[in-house]
């Protein structure tokens, strides 16, 4: 197998290979919200640093959301146009669940059970899922398993769910990854206590094709594979002008695009 991951959920881009020794190649992108000019740019750097053309792709995945709503709409759609052209399958990748397993080797080394990938989505709201970062008996593998819905929290909401949890065990450590951290850092260091949270470093914290391109290799040899018409953005929530239509407080002169 050959896959395409693409990753456009967050402020950078990235794009990666994965072939079926787990061997990953990358290229990413440095410039803020660059998504719309520079992933085929970002693309065709991740298949020369793989040696291989793009018709020799077996597979495309996307990390699907949450996240940015137009990143989002960029990378399924990029993904989709692959697929279709190259009449490879596709494969959705959730945002938070690449998140969760790139950063649960850190996690372990540093003490910490759960991982917890959060993504600001401001006003104190959050895309989020707590998970239990696992090391296999033989040390070279670690992965990342959901313990608590992946869903928008209220970062109160998220920080006393997890004193909860944390409280089922003793000691327990927590591994924050993700810009949640950028925005609602002060917040975690007030409601929990020193000792029990750790930080990603930056150049972990944010998303990255290459988390997303090792998620979609266990599931495409899961056979947990989409055509292009399947695959479908996970925005987690409405969009703000879609929330106002609703309440009817958006203006009438205003139009909201479909889906």
Known sequence: MKILAIETTGKYGSASVIDDDGRVFSASSREEMNHLRGMITLIDEALREAGITKDELTHVAASAGPGSFTGIRIGVTTARIFS?????PCIAVSTLEAMAAGAAGKAISSGALYVVPVINARRHQTYAGVYEAVCTTDSEHVS??????????MIEELLEDLRTKMAEHEDTAVFFTGDGIDAYGDIIRETLPEGS???ADEELRYQHAESVAKTALK???AGKTLTYDELMPEY???AEAEQRLRAGTLSDRIRVPSK
Do not use: S, T
């Not at 279709?84 to 490879?88: A, E, F, G, S, V």
């Not at 990342?144 to 929290?153: G, L, N, S, T, W």
């Open 84 to 88: 279709q052209m190259l009449r490879i």
């Open 144 to 153: 990342a398993i959901p313990v608590m819905e992946e869903r928008q929290y």
């Open 197 to 199: 949270y750790v930080f």
């Open 219 to 221: 599931k495409a040899r």
């Open 236 to 238: 987690m929530r409405l």
